[in-house]
Nanobody
Framework: QGQLVESGGGLVQPGGSLRLSCAAS????????MSWYRQVTGKEREWVAL????????NYAAFVKGRFTISRDNAKNTAYLQMNSLKSEDTAVYFC???????????WGQGTQVTVSS
């Protein structure tokens, strides 16, 4: 079945930047919408951003709009989340998700930790 592997997380100072990557395999990547979610321990997982299969539509949660950019490279089967102007409240485990019309389920990655701290 499909697999998603996130990478690029780490420790960054407030105001800094990180770029997360999500490498996909086991399904037709170009047919899937890709999303990023994040989760803080003890709290509900929350949606961050979505990009359609062809990259023509991008949507963002209000708390990241203007700071984060979702993108994808279908030739590389990879989705990205560019995170700028990071705040301490952005600290979370970030997950990518793949979904497509007609699928019985979605795919999730294992998550990558982002810590924003001085």
């Amino acid at each position: 079945q499909g697999q998603l592997v996130e990478s690029g997380g780490g420790l960054v100072q407030p105001g800094g930047s990180l770029r997360l990557s999500c490498a996909a395999s086991g399904f037709t990547f170009s047919r899937a919408a890709m999303s990023w979610y994040r989760q803080v321990t003890g709290k509900e997982r929350e949606w961050v951003a979505l990009i359609t299969n062809d990259g023509t539509i991008r949507n963002y949660a209000a708390f990241v709009k203007g700071r984060f950019t979702i993108s994808r490279d279908n030739a590389k089967n990879t989705a990205y989340l560019q995170m700028n102007s990071l705040k301490s409240e952005d600290t979370a485990v970030y997950f990518c998700n793949a979904a497509s019309y007609g699928w019985d389920h979605t795919y999730w990655g294992q998550g990558t930790q982002v810590t924003v701290s001085s």
